[in-house]
């Protein structure tokens, strides 16, 4: 069994009246959303998702995600103060690769500009990829990363749960190895805080829970316009699945 160990945290922020982000952390199962829309919209839109996708974990990761767009796309639909609400969501799920002795594997699904990434070697990688106007202006080479942190429209998503009845979920799978660290996090946090930063953080502090919270104060700290949101999960060992997930993998593809 590949054993994972993880912490959180989630602050509103200096500056909005509200927390609208959401998270989950059950186990093998973690998530985090961040909703938009109306004075109570953004908090029913990621509380939605997020409870939907536990529901619908065992239909596996993509088609869960899927489900809770449904989950949010209705309840926008019945209520009309809920017209036009929405959430990302990036989201973090540990399965069986295949039979019982094939070890196990990491699946990351992500719509919208929350993120996951990895940290390994002590090297920051983003994982995801957003979907916001920023990002398809630095993928075109007409703005920086730099410049997209600060950018007035940085906050324009492309790709977001509940606005459609369908969505298109991208899905990343990974081979859990001992010692990598994975970061899921709302902007709010990486909008306050450079990679190098993060990534220091992360090589600082072994107890995921505290590398959690000192992330949040430090985003708190560099300004606290978001809320700020913050999952980490470790780990701690792969009974050396590695070796025989990535067998499986190369012979059967991705578990759905
Ligand atoms: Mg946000």
Redesign the pocket.
């Known amino acids: 069994m590949t054993s994972l160990r993880y912490g959180s945290s989630s602050d509103t922020g200096r500056v909005r009246a509200n927390n ?2 959401s998270m989950l952390e059950e186990g093998t199962l973690f998530a985090v959303a ?1 909703g938009m829309g109306g004075h109570t919209g953004g908090e029913v839109a990621s509380s939605v998702a997020v409870q939907a996708l536990r529901e619908y974990r065992e239909e596996g990761l993509t088609r869960a995600v899927k489900l809770a767009n449904r989950a949010v796309w209705a309840r926008a639909d019945d209520e009309p103060g809920l017209r036009g609400m929405g959430t990302t969501m990036t989201a973090l799920s540990l399965v069986p690769a295949g039979t019982d002795d094939d070890g196990d594997v990491l699946l990351i699904a992500n719509v919208g500009d929350s993120r996951t990434y990895l940290f390994r070697d002590g090297e920051l990688t983003q994982v995801t990829q957003d979907h916001s106007l920023v990002e398809d202006l630095v993928r075109e080479g007409q703005i920086t990363e730099a410049e997209a942190r600060i950018h007035p429209q940085r906050n324009i998503l492309t790709r977001v749960l509940g606005n459609e009845p369908d969505v298109e979920v991208d899905e990343f799978p990974v081979i859990p190895v001992a010692g990598d660290r994975y970061l899921l996090c ?3 946090l990486f909008n306050e805080l450079e990679d190098d930063r993060i990534a220091a953080v992360l090589r600082r502090i072994a107890d995921p829970g505290e590398a959690a919270r000192e992330l949040v104060r430090l985003a708190n700290e560099g300004g606290g316009r ?2 700020i949101t913050v999952v980490v999960v470790d780990v701690v060992d792969d009974d050396d699945a590695s070796a025989r997930a990535s067998a499986v993998l190369a012979a059967n593809g991705v578990p759905s």
């Open positions: 609208q982000d961040d709302s902007d709010g978001d809320n």
